[in-house]
């Protein structure tokens, strides 16, 4: 399946999907689980046939889009985004599944999830930047709408203006920066090949580069909640539908990171290295305050919303180590954290629906009436807390090697935060939740039902694969992290091991 | 002198004159058909005017008239807006007393437009617009047995003649200063003419007279209450023709007569644009009125296109033409809507919109997508010229803190007009009280102008290539390149301005 047809297929299920008429319900999510399924069996062979070892982009697509302003159409793969690919088509598949409870106009529902689908692959895709823009606007338009429509709980209509407001301009101040880019480096292109190589002759003055970076860092760090602009995103998550929360938390809430990988680090070295011990020091915020914050929650939601932003602090670490162990760990936590917060938001949501309530403090004993639902959620909390076997163990620990040259106080408040913090509301969590007596009764339904269980199924497989085998990615993202990393003097590790003995 | 250059507005003329006097002959029950005449008429005009009909360039009456990429790009949306316009009107007939003049005044209007995409003279460009605003006034009071419609018509009636009065002595200082009204030898003469502070404050009073028609501050408060008051096709026109006319005439006078001045001047055209984008947008907030929050919103949008003016490049004026020309498409989408509703529920407040969704799918859709394009969220013709402006003005923003201030204050104001254009959309579909659901017919050639609208829009955001590419060739012909140039060198700016 070549790159460009992987991106049209969600946008053509949305269209089918558009032409059935409003009361085949059952034709509706038959298209979208369809569409998503080809997309996901799509990426999983652009996976299998990108060649590791390859430095540049591969499966490249090029049109002529707007000449006359410099921008056209490039789809292309590295390192970088592959994983990312997977990993977003995963998680829009695993979304189509658990969405079987959507009952209120569920056409506009699907049409909205695979138009967000397709514009998380487009986002991750494309190699103009205008259009990796473009894509990302396309996605969260959806989140928006999807929230304020099936969203959960009394607090949606803020939660929903919230997000909607910070994102946006987020959103818009990474734009400025982007354009900022687009009119200082003179290249006339936001094509990243061509500006990589333009730059690579004639970089960025500092100045230019201290003016671009804070509003990349600013903007595109909104987009990933980086502390201290990260308040919308736990009350986000609690009130968007499991899908949402899924396709964001784990896909699109990624696009910052990736702008910031693929534009901040190669093309503002300077400002990068200025800028480092702030966004490292930005980076505990995330570990350590949201880590703090999680522990205090008593509502699943919100506790799993302050997780996932606490794990986000680990990428801006990776990010402001800026070598090639960091980057690679950067990406390694960004595809783990994926599947990671797509199966954690999917299980709380089915546990939701279920019980009626995501307030800890009403559940308890789940595992003896839910077992299937209540294993996968012990194992994406054992996950979160960095248990080796899953993905994001050797992300995490890359990342602490990578960083740990430049900021040895940070690693080691990061490891206890990243550890010890979260491994008492994660376990806390599973203790009140799955052990101890059953209360309120309040049990409705059942445990998931075999085809119920096909996404967590899907998403905990691609999660102990990448975690029992992280070479598989590291092997593929490597090569290409280091092209934009800023310190190239240490080869890149394809395992771990071999990361903890350059670290040395 | 070739008066095939005058071909056009010639012919506009007679179209109009033809259905005044064909009123006279054909019986009240068809006056529709005048309707279709006159839309049909303009139809093939436009495509006339975009084919192969389009004149070469020359000058007439020894260059007050000017025929250039410009003229013709400007006369293209002119001619397009009147069309889709009149194409409303014809659903709306019965509820419109006098048709016939109506629509011919709309096309009168029209010829003002077109004499002042082709004004190159101050004399001549005062002429036009007096040949717009005089239509207007008319246009505006046009629903003569509701107070609100005759109470725009006199807020418009005035601020009008305040805003020609200021123009009149403007020029009249500008004559006496320079010795011509004509805008290339005005230019040819800039150096010397910049030093007199009488041509400077002929100037200032001439882009006074101009702000009033485009709604900048301070010289925006007539748009909401005319907006809001004028029947709501004529604020359609207003919102589109009339405002795309003010921007014709100032970017013809700000590159074409006076581009050294200009460039001096463009910090303060970035301080009124910052000033009146971000006043539209927090003025909108409260709106409850449907067409009031459009006034402001096109005050709003004044902002962003006067921010593309204070670049001075090449790559400000194109990004202008293409917003220009994606918004004309968004707002008549927008106004076919907003007409069909508030003429079949005597209101146009935001709350008559609740449950459009279920009632009427393509209005509900036309709404929509001119809401979400006026937002600037892709993939509608809002988003792509709301980007070329910001990548306009961003290019001064490296060198120039003021030009970096106006950058994060438009992404201010988009993120601020996200919420009160959701307001729309949220009562749309999914209001708060269960609202009347009984589904609204709409009439053919009402839909007929939804979907060239929409397509449009779509058209513009997907496919911009073609609309750019003519919006670069038309600001190339206006900006004296040599002048831009140097202004470039004066104030330090970075060579990528003029890509």
Known sequence: MSLSQLLLTPFAGALLVLLVPGNYRVVHRFIALVTTAITALGAVSVFAAFQPGIAGMQFEEQAAWVPAAGFGFHLGVDGVNIGLVLMASLVAFAATCVSWDIEKQPKLFYILLLVMTGGALGAFLSLDLFFLYFFNELALVPTFIMMGVWGRGENRNYATFQITLYLTLGALIGLSGLALLYSQSGANTLDWVTLKAWLAEKPLSGHSQNLILPLLLVGFGTLVGLFPFHSWAAPGYAAAPSATAMMHAGVLKKVGLYVLLRVALPFCPAAMNHWATPLAVLAMGNVLYCGWVALRQRDLFLLLGNSSLAHMGFCFLGLAAANVIGVTGVVLIMVAHGLLAALSFGLAGHLTKVTGTSDIDKLGGLLKTLPFVGGALVMAFLAGCGVPGFANFPGELTVLFGAWKSFPIFVILAAWGGLLIGGVYMLRAIRDLLHGPLRDGSIQGGDAGPWRRVPFLVLLAALLYFGINPGSLSDRIAPSAERIALVKSISAPATVAATAHAAH | MNYSLLSLEILVTLLGVTVLLADLWIPASARKLLGYAAATGAGVLLTYAIGSGAPADGTAFGGMFVVDALSNYFKGFFLLAALVVLLLTVDLSDTIKGYAEYCALILFATVGMLFA??????????????????????????????????????????????????????????????????????????????????????????????????????????????????????????ATGSKAAGFALLMRVAFSAVPEITAHWSRLILVIGVLTLLYGSLCAIPQRSVKRLMGYSSIANAGYLLLGMAAVSLSGSTAVLTYLGGYIFTVLAGFAVIAVISSRAGSDDVSVFAGLGQRSPILATGLTVSVVSLAGIPPMAGFFGKFLLLKAVANHAGTERFFLVALLAACVGVVISLYYYFNVIRSMFWPKSVPDLTPIAVGGATRLALVLSIVGVFYIGILPNSLVTGARQAAAGLAPQSAVAGHAAAASAPAAAHH
């Open chain 2, 117 to 238: 995409a082709s004004a190159n003279d101050f004399v001549l460009m005062f002429v036009a617009l007096e040949l717009i605003t005089v239509t207007f006034f008319v246009l505006v009071s046009y629903d003569r047995t509701r107070s609100g419609s005759l109470e725009a018509g006199v807020k418009y009636l005035i601020m009008g003649a305040l805003a020609s009065a200021f123009m009149v002595f403007g020029i009249a200082l500008i004559f006496g200063s320079a010795g011509t009204t004509n805008f290339y030898e005005i230019a040819a003469h800039q150096a010397e003419l910049g030093k007199s502070p009488v041509f400077l404050i002929g100037l200032a009073l001439t882009l006074v007279g101009l702000g009033f028609k485009v709604a900048a501050v301070p010289f925006q408060m007539w748009a909401p209450d005319v907006y809001q008051g004028a029947p709501p096709l004529t604020t359609a026109f207003l």
